[in-house]
């Protein structure tokens, strides 16, 4: 396969690259820093049957007039990508999005409006193409919103909002959506929420995404239980609900 994975640099996208590296499926690693990416890749080349088959990309998604294009041109250039994983995103403090108006901005901009800019540019190029797949990772934030974490939350509820729409546009192309919602996960940006004995290893939450895209299934929770945990949360009734302190 030709792969693309967006936010590249990411703990949980890296454990996917390692995996797909190993089955020898050819890798073109995006993120705003080249900088960042360039680890990634040479951990990757040792890993991949030829270093060639790993390449990074420096690749702002603010720049909205070039987006559509610079998508085209780089599927083009990698020979028609497969697979789009779309895997960055940014949690910030509850209390900063609270009060300052440039954080809940840059909340919504990192986790929502980007990661909708960037599927977008891939699925004209892939309905076009009637094949490929478009994987979201979204998070269990998105499923309720919580007073801890309502702006991340309210953004991947859109993540996932929009993946269910993507998905049923996509579907007569034979193009999959895959919306993956890991629970809190042993990474950087999770190292600030919880002890590290109750985050999730990423190389089992990679093990679950890749074998979701395999599946091309709609919507994984990972680890597993999740999805339980959070049928749970879903039905809870709202006047109870907004007494407890989560
Ligand atoms: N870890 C968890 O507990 C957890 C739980 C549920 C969902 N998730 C989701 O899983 C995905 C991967 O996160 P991770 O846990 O692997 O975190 P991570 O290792 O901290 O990586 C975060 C990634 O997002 C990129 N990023 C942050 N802000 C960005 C922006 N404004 N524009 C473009 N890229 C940006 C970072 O790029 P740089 O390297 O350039 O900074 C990095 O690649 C995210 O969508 C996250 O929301 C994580």
Request: aromatic share 6%; charged share 25%; net charge positive.
């Amino acid at each position: 396969m030709n792969i693309l994975i967006y936010g590249a640099s990411s703990r949980i996208a890296h454990e996917c690259a390692r995996l797909w590296a190993r089955d020898g499926h050819a890798l073109v690693l995006a993120g705003r820093s080249a900088l960042r990416l360039e680890p990634v890749a040479a951990d990757l080349r040792v890993l991949a049957a030829s270093p060639e088959s790993v390449r990074t990309l420096a690749w702002d998604l603010a720049d909205e007039a070039t987006l559509r294009q610079r998508f085209a041109d780089e599927d083009a250039r990698a020979g028609g990508f497969d697979l789009l994983l779309v895997a960055h995103g940014w949690l910030p403090e509850q209390a900063a999005a609270q009060r300052d108006p440039a954080v809940l901005r840059e909340t919504v901009e990192a986790n929502a409006l980007s990661v909708a800019q960037i599927c977008e540019a891939a699925a004209g190029v892939f309905e076009a193409r009637r094949r490929g797949t478009i994987a979201v990772i979204g998070s269990v934030a998105g499923d309720r919103g919580r007073q801890s974490n309502y702006l991340y939350g309210a953004s991947k509820g859109f993540v996932e909002r929009y993946c269910q729409g993507l998905r049923n546009r996509l579907h007569a192309a034979g193009v999959a959506v895959v919306l993956v919602k890991p629970g809190p996960t042993d990474t950087p940006m999770a190292r600030q929420l919880a002890r590290p004995g109750r985050l999730a290893d990423p190389r089992d939450v990679a093990r679950d995404i890749v074998r979701a895209i395999d599946r091309r299934q709609a919507v994984v929770y990972t680890p597993g239980p999740w999805r339980w945990i959070m049928t749970v949360i879903r039905w809870i009734p709202e006047r109870a609900f907004v007494r407890l302190k989560l």
